[in-house]
């Protein structure tokens, strides 16, 4: 193992933007057995495609995924604390969208940020390597990688939290065929005695062993649900249009974050709180234009739209509104169709 190479790493890894940096063994995770729990208790919803063999058995062992992986680089850069930034009065016809998104798309700057890593250490090593990338892109438990490598602990919102920078953190990862210096995993559980972000979810999703019932999550009913928006849900969404910070935005370990967040990620090029009439007008070259390079692509805009209309119906009535939702019934999607339908009941 190489001490030298590792600070030069960690040195590199900061100029670069990220704000933690650590390193684990490609060995087989900790809370694989939760995982696999929760995979067989059916809480991952819809998305099938966490529960293949061939995911199961790269999540259990990276070198399935790089064969010589012999290090694995657990990293973790900062996005806004919207307690810090979303203005204190807000319009009551406003969405909300999770703050993480408001900035460029994390699968694009992070992978560039990264490939720029692996090129600097390659440099100063003077050899190239194998390695792999990975930032929400595979089957990785990326959470249970980043305790592993010292980063924080995962809290009962599931969040990685870190003690002083608190959990408003993307995480990613790189495998290496080279041998690092490995840090302490974080083994304390800091959340203590403490229950506030499951009393303050909404739907209620917040389970036992750090897991969630991702299909009642309103992060997955608003982002990945492809259908129909069921109705329990629909009242409690409030005003998210884009994913939910609410388990995060109560956590205390988020009180005391500074707003020193990289810049890539800073709340300009999405506003943090969308007016809800000017989404609906949105079709979807205007909605493509006005979210390009940001999360929000992954919605589309019917989702988006879906989700627009649901907002609104939970932000009271007007005469204004009532006829916007009136015109929805025009648009050739029939899931926007169905969910203005729906509001407009609300209001009848
Ligand atoms: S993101 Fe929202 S819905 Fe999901 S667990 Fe957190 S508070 Fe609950
Ligand atoms: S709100 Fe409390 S219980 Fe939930 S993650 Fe934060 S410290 Fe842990």
New binding site residues.
Partial sequence: MCQSLTQFIKTESRRLGFSLTGVTTPDPPPHLSTFENWLALGRHADMDYLATERSLQRRADARCILPGCRSILALGIRYPNPALVTPAAEHNSTGRIAAYAWGLDYHVVLPEKMEALVHSIQTHIGYAFPYLCYTDSGPILERDLAQQAGLGWIGK?TCLIHPRLGSYILLAEILLGIELEVDTPFEADRCGTCTRCIQ????G??LPGRT?DASR???YVSIEMKTSIPLEFRPVMGNWVFG?D??QMVCPWNRFTSPDEDAFFSPNRVAAAPVLMEELALDAQAFNQKYKNTALMRARRNRYLRNVIVALANSGYSEEKFRSLKLMMNDPNPLIKEHASWAMAQWT
Avoid: E, V
């Fill in positions: 919102n303050a979810c909404p739907t999703c917040i969630l999550c309103i992060s939910c609410i388990c």
